[in-house]
């Protein structure tokens, strides 16, 4: 089983910066990927960005250029550095691993951004 612990997560203004991290542990696997999705209230879950082991990342569209996706191997920590945030970008963000054998979910951490 793994466990995910993130952190980072808060309130900041329009414009402002907030940085997630998210520590795997308890896992032998082999992981493909590490990533971030987000949910606002009514809407799905979305794939924010990825990285894989490799070091190529993925990135929804409406964050290139403002966010940025990076990961420790060695501690299996993946960090997203938001920067420039709107607040369209509010909601619950989760850390999700991608291993050999499955994927695991973080319990999410909210990000507001007030106007």
């Known amino acids: 089983q793994v466990q995910l612990v993130e952190s980072g997560g808060g309130l900041v203004q329009a414009g402002g910066s907030l940085r997630l991290s998210c520590a795997a542990s308890g896992t032998n696997f082999r992981i493909v990927f590490m990533g971030w999705y987000r949910q606002a209230p009514g809407k799905q879950r979305d794939l924010v960005a990825r990285?894989?082991?490799?070091?190529?990342?993925n990135y929804l569209d409406s964050v290139k250029g403002r966010f940025t996706i990076s990961r420790d191997n060695a501690k299996n920590t993946v960090y997203l550095q938001m920067n420039s945030l709107k607040p369209e970008d509010t909601a619950d963000y989760y850390c999700?691993?991608?291993?050999?054998?499955?994927?695991?979910w973080g319990q999410g951490t909210q990000v507001t951004v007030s106007s």
């Open positions: 999700y691993v991608e291993t050999v054998f499955g994927g695991f």
């Open positions: 990285i894989f082991s490799s070091g190529s990342t």
